[in-house]
């Protein structure tokens, strides 16, 4: 008898339909007052509260999902700027250290040849040299040949 009185009433344990459950209320509520019982009476009642909580819990819960949604939402938004910052900046590091490394290869090229060139004027410096000193001793003897004449 009683399970039959409240067939028509639909309850769905994940059903988040906030109408139907208002909707659910109501139908309680008709059948508190319908109810001769005091057992049905008691036992509506209970399952009103119940059904009171869960439309309660299920609007707060409806809430948090949508914070959390949105605050996922921006919070990929956010790391999606920030990875493409982060590659930005790899890549400017990249292109500085490219650019260090071919102009320190610059660099030494151009060390070495200046170290070679240097090295190639002290040999010319010291060959230039002797021939000064073989000139000066070969015209000191001309002007002493000179003299003694």
Do not use: C
Request: net charge negative.
């Amino acid at each position: 008898m009683f399970k039959d009185k409240y067939d028509t009433i639909y309850f769905n344990k994940r059903s988040t339909d906030y109408t139907n459950m208002t909707q659910n209320n109501e139908k309680i509520t008709a059948l508190i007052e319908e109810s001769n019982d005091p057992k049905d009476r008691a036992f509506l009642i209970v399952l009103q509260q119940i059904n009171t909580s869960l439309i309660a819990n299920t609007s707060t819960i409806n809430d948090v999902a949508f914070k959390l949604n949105t605050h996922l939402d921006d919070y990929e938004k956010h790391s999606i700027s920030e990875e493409a910052l982060l590659n930005k900046g790899k890549g400017a590091w990249t292109i500085i250290t490219w650019f260090i490394a071919i102009l320190q290869g610059i660099l030494v090229i151009a060390a070495s040849t200046l170290y070679t060139d240097i090295k190639s004027l002290h040999i010319t410096d010291i060959s230039l040299d002797k021939r000064v000193t073989v000139l000066e001793v070969q015209d000191k003897n001309k002007t002493q040949v000179m003299e003694n004449k």
